[in-house]
């Protein structure tokens, strides 16, 4: 099976999973390609809830188009779960988060959950965090000052950039805006020996809005996909 082939087989899992919960409950919902193939198959059971809560701009598109009702995270004291995908996992459930550059929401909404349900392929499973570069959504006039702090914790950060249609000139002039009007700096080279230190140290710089490591809010289950199928695993 192919990485999209795991996606969506931890997608359906995840489907049969929430649909145990009771009728006419709300649920967090994530963003990226495994999120998108929770949406597209969770679609034609939307009425078994009363609303989602979505982490992004292109989410809420797509669930607005299947017709699901989406509510505003402002209006929700609390979810019964929240489904996401994530960049990197550890043993632990800990997470790098933001490759798709949702990380903001996706931390309010995972706050606001009472469990976090990752969804992910084998590939994602690491012993230790860092591998992926890491995520840090900026103020866009703190770039360089967070980009100088990263240096100091051994990492070197890039500003990301739009993946956009533009022609090569244009294109590497513009950097990536996130659904908050943030950048985003992706930050290679980091050893995460202790990713709760890491992400408590990142979010006292000036500047951040928030930190792609989800360790203090880490996942509760884990709905991985690989050759032998899903393996269901809790932190
Ligand atoms: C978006 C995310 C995604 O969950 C993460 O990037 C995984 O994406 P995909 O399911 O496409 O592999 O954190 O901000």
Redesign the pocket.
């Known amino acids: 099976m192919d990485q999209d082939q795991l996606?969506r087989l931890v997608a359906e899992a995840a489907r049969d999973e929430v649909l145990r919960l009771p009728d006419g409950q709300l649920l967090g919902i994530?963003?990226?390609?495994?999120?998108?193939w929770f949406i597209d198959l969770l679609a034609p059971h939307k009425n078994h809830f009363s609303g989602v809560v979505s982490?992004?701009m292109a989410s809420t598109n797509l669930l607005l188009k299947y017709g699901f009702t989406v509510i505003d995270a402002n209006k929700v004291i609390s979810l019964p779960v929240y489904v996401?995908?994530?960049?990197e996992i550890d043993p632990n459930g800990h997470m790098i988060?933001?490759?798709?550059?949702?990380?903001t929401r996706?931390k309010i909404i995972a706050s606001l959950a009472k469990q976090f349900v990752c969804?992910?392929d084998s590939s994602?499973q690491v012993l230790e965090l860092g591998a992926f570069p890491l995520?840090i959504e900026v103020v866009p006039l703190a770039e360089a000052s967070v980009a100088r702090m990263m240096e100091k914790f051994g990492g070197t950060a890039k500003l990301r950039l739009k993946n956009n249609k533009l022609p090569k000139q244009e294109k590497l002039s513009e950097p990536f805006v996130t659904d908050n009007s943030g950048w985003i700096l992706d930050v290679s080279g980091l050893h995460i020996h202790d990713p709760v230190k890491l992400e408590n140290e990142i979010n006292q710089i000036p500047g951040i809005i928030t930190v792609?490591i989800f360790a203090q809010r880490k996942a509760d289950v884990l709905l991985v996909g690989g050759s032998s199928g899903v393996t269901r695993l809790t932190f």
Do not use: R
Request: glycine share 30%.
């Open positions: 996606k994530g963003t990226g390609s495994t999120a998108n982490s992004s996401d995908g994530a960049d988060k933001g490759g798709g550059g949702a990380l996706e969804i992910c994602k995520p792609g």
